[in-house]
């Protein structure tokens, strides 16, 4: 079964109404021999904040070491997204063995007048894969109340009630009472319910459970009057503001226990969330024996990053995407903007029918303007009668808007840089509106006709399609995904003026439908003309296309295609060229020349050396990576590289640290780097901060671990796709964090959780990674990779030296070698064969 066909069967399940219970969900994994029998669960009811606080949880136990699935909805962009492990989205592999295993049953049901629906076969799925990828948790969001909903087949080990409110009435009851009594069910029976419900909904809790640990801030009590006369929460909690444009400060008292740290998510609401996940992921860690010290808490909850909940994608102006989608997030919402200074504020609203909208809007805070929209989506409201609700509502300018990206930008025109953008009502919209930051224009290795055909198999185009594209591929090819509307206007255009395009399927609105473009240069210029003021955000996707395939502004088709997509440029060694950084470990333990240069002055004069061979950097790293090394000390990194790089201080060459510790990297920045090198991707928020504000480059790599962890095996669909993808997500963190693309280098992490045929398949597809816009380090030297054409690991020059070569041919504009005067020279032979005259006077 291909994934399109998988995906397309689960969305039809779309049609079937929900059904509340989980006799239909424990029938389908029966026919999987029951697997979430054997998993560790957490689940997480509320009326509002349970996927941030699902999330918090999370991330927590995974900085405690341990391997944890995620389960939550809706997506942004692929179904994908609901189920991950360790944060990684679960394969199109299993979503097609599971969807393959299940079919004939869910037919047969369906046949008997007893379907399922979406999110009941989803659940199963994601339960499915969280059992087959041995995880040792799996934090559940609820869909909808507690005591029916799908995901309540499983017995958690800890579960809680964030809140509840009047939702979802038609099925969960007319009081706060009847909606409370449903969401605690979900109670462990072995922990106490863990709650940041007050009042009756608190009440109804309690006589229900019995057992229950509270959470809310010190002066809320059990009625819900700050009276002071009622016991204070069992764990209180505290938020003493916004620590920057994506954080929240956060105090957490228990008994015995305390944090005080940051969140990546903004309102004082953030911090019961916290508070709830604190106390979660201790039951868990208590259950499973996992050690969850205070700093190891603080560490999770600063790590859990969750797109779409007061997500500032831009500064100067603001621009934020949330999804609040009822009166109650509305008015949350609401008082994030107290800690905001903005001077107008501009709404692009639109939401699904069956809310309350003239609540929401009562909520939300004063508008100058509303541009109101229909997301992409059959359950969405006229942007009409949203508009009409505005109006009623007080709102002089009203604008009655279409699609999402039209709107969003219509609002971002309006705005000054004192002000700000907001998108809200629905995360359908939120996930049409960061479409303009998350976009990838891949242009794809097509060589021949085989070439063509893997890359529509990739995009998951029918096979009958395939097979008539893949002549007509082999010259110009990109590859992008759109949500169906402008994928549909796109190929329609293309075949238009000549060229060719295939899609992935055009008959759902599930997720993004991929899109392989195939032309001439002459038929992109003419595709994107008549894209340049289409519908549904088509003229920025023209855009990017442009930019991608070497096209500049439309009407200028003979612009060099060396300077597409150039940015602001420092005059680094890698902005005309590849530049060569070489490897100075200052380790007693790396895996290739373990402690040779640990000694300041030796390590001064072999970056001497390696200067004089022609590196255009150095690299400085004080903790191996290698698999298995144990973690050094922080003090112990910066003892280790401060003297090296002050002796370094007068060399001609720039400095890189090599480290993913912020403390280690600022302490770099003082001694003299120039470039931060982090492994991690930036995952530390406090690396991605510094970064921003020393506005020095950063090297961001993919990594599954760091230090690698032998033995471990890691799933991709497409290895380069996959890493493209998350890379990414990385980028647009670092990106909301305040560093320009124009400062990041990215690396696809040879050897870090990729097998050696797939280290191959990314040095062969490196030229894919301009999707990114940055420009790309490729670390291969004396890795294990070349074991698969008969090298040792830790000594193969031969194989280093001919693979620099390749991956200079094929665009790298870094290299990072531990032998620079060999791999200068292959360096040089690469461009030589691109461009010999820059040679004519000897070589660089």
């Known amino acids: ?5 998988a995906v397309r069967f689960l969305f039809d399940l779309r049609r079937f109404q929900v059904k509340p219970g989980t006799a239909s969900v424990r029938a389908l994994l029966a026919e999987f021999d029951d697997p979430h029998e054997d998993v560790t669960f957490v689940q997480v009811a509320g009326s509002n904040g349970k996927g941030s606080t699902a999330r918090m949880t999370e991330s927590i136990l995974r900085e405690a070491g341990l391997t944890v699935g995620l389960y939550t909805s809706p997506h942004f962009q692929t179904v994908r997204e609901r189920a991950r492990v360790d944060g990684r989205k679960i394969p199109e592999a299993a979503v097609c063995e599971f969807v393959e295993r299940a079919k004939p049953w869910l037919v047969e049901r369906a046949a008997d007048g007893e379907p399922l629906t979406f999110f009941e076969v989803v659940t199963a799925l994601s339960l499915w894969y969280f059992a087959e990828a041995n995880v040792d948790a799996a934090v559940l969001e609820v869909g909808m109340g507690g005591e029916l909903d799908a995901t309540s087949v499983v017995s958690p080990v800890a579960a809680a009630v964030t809140n509840v409110s009047l939702e979802h009435t038609s099925v969960l009851g007319d009081t706060i009472e009847e909606i409370a009594e449903t969401k605690a069910a979900v109670a462990p029976e072995s922990n106490p319910l863990v ?81 709830i996940a604190c106390v979660l992921a201790r039951q868990v860690a208590d259950a499973s024996g996992a050690e969850l010290a205070e700093t190891t808490l603080e560490r999770g909850l600063r790590r859990a990053d969750w797109p779409g909940r007061f997500e500032v994608m831009q500064t100067d102006p603001y621009v934020v995407l949330d999804g609040a989608h009822n009166p109650g997030a509305c008015e949350s919402l609401a008082t994030v903007f107290d800690d905001f200074a903005v001077d107008e504020l501009h709404l692009v609203f639109g939401a699904m029918h069956d809310k309350d909208h003239r609540a929401m809007v009562r909520a939300l805070p004063d508008a100058d303007s509303v541009v109101t929209c229909r997301p992409n989506n059959p359950r969405a409201e006229d942007p009409e009668t949203l508009a009409r609700v505005f109006e009623d509502g007080g709102v002089e300018d ?11 930008e219509t609002a971002r025109e309006r705005v000054d840089e004192d002000d700000c953008v907001l998108a809200v009502g629905s995360l359908f919209l939120v996930a ?22 893997a890359l529509l198999e990739r995009a ?12 007509d591929g082999v010259h110009r090819v990109v590859h992008l995904a759109l949500q169906s509307r402008e994928a549909t206007r796109l190929k329609e255009t293309m075949l238009a003026v000549g060229g060719d395009c295939a899609t992935s399927r055009d008959d759902t609105s599930g997720e993004l439908t991929d899109v ?60 005309d060229r590849t530049a060569v950084m070489g490897i100075l470990n200052v380790t007693p333990d790396s895996f290739h020349d373990s402690g040779e240069f640990y000694d300041a002055a030796d390590a001064l004069e072999r970056a001497e050396s390696m200067i004089d061979a022609g590196a255009d950097i150095i690299d400085v790293g004080g903790e191996s990576t290698r698999p298995g090394a144990d973690e050094v000390p922080v003090d112990e990194e910066i003892r280790r590289i401060v003297p090296v790089l002050e002796a370094l201080a007068d060399v ?3 400095l890189s640290v090599d480290t993913r510790k912020a403390a280690v990297a600022e302490a770099a920045l003082d001694a003299g780097a120039d470039i931060l090198n982090d492994v991690t991707g930036l995952e530390d928020p406090a690396m991605r901060f510094l970064a921003a504000e020393r506005d020095v480059p950063v090297i961001v790599m993919h990594s ?35 560093v320009p693309r124009e400062n990041v280098v990215v690396d696809p992490g040879i050897g870090f959780g990729k097998s050696r045929a797939e280290n191959f398949e990314l040095l062969d597809r490196l030229g894919e990674f301009d999707a990114l816009g940055c420009p790309l380090l490729f670390g291969h030297s004396h890795k294990s990779m070349f074991e698969l054409v008969g090298s040792e690991a830790g000594d193969n020059l031969p194989a280093t030296v001919a693979a620099t070569a390749l991956a200079a041919e094929r665009g790298a504009d870094i290299v990072r070698v531990h032998d620079v005067e060999e791999n200068v020279t292959a360096v040089n032979v690469a461009l030589a064969t691109r461009n010999p005259g820059r040679f004519a006077d000897g070589p660089e």
């Open 516 to 575: 392989v473009l195939m032309g001439t240069r002459s038929e992109y210029d003419r595709l994107t003309e008549r894209l340049a003021d289409g519908p549904y955000g088509l003229p920025a996707v023209a855009a990017d296309v442009r930019e991608r395939v070497g096209l500049g502004e439309v009407g200028d088709a003979d612009a060099d295609e060396t300077d597409a997509g150039a940015g602001e440029s420092r005059d680094y060694p890698w902005d």
């Open 652 to 654: 001609d060459a720039l």
């Open 398 to 408: 009203v604008t009655v808007g279409d699609d999402v990206a039209a709107a969003v």
């Open 1 to 5: 079964m291909q994934y399109h066909e």
């Open 704 to 738: 599954i671990d760091a230090p690698v962890v032998p033995g471990k095996d890691v799933d991709y669909d497409d290895v380069v796709s996959d890493v493209i993808a998350e890379l990414d997500e990385r980028l647009l963190l670092a990106e909301k964090a305040g």
């Open 195 to 275: 709650t940041g419900a007050t009042g009756a909904a608190l009440a109804t809790i309690r006589d229900r459970v019995g057992s229950v640990v509270t959470v809310g801030d010190s002066g809320a009590d059990g009625d819900g009057d700050d009276d002071g006369d009622a016991d204070a929460p069992d764990v209180t909690v505290r938020s003493t503001g916004r620590v920057n444009h994506q954080e929240s400060a956060v105090v957490v008292d228990g008994d015995g226990w305390r944090v005080d740290g940051a969140v990546p998510l903004l309102g004082p609401y953030q911090a019961e969330n916290a508070g």
């Open 460 to 471: 998951h185009v029918p096979a009958d399609d395939a097979l008539a594209a893949a002549e």
């Open 432 to 453: 049409e509106a960061r479409a303009t930051w998350t976009r990838t224009v891949t242009p794809a290795t097509v060589r021949d006709a085989d070439d063509a055909a």
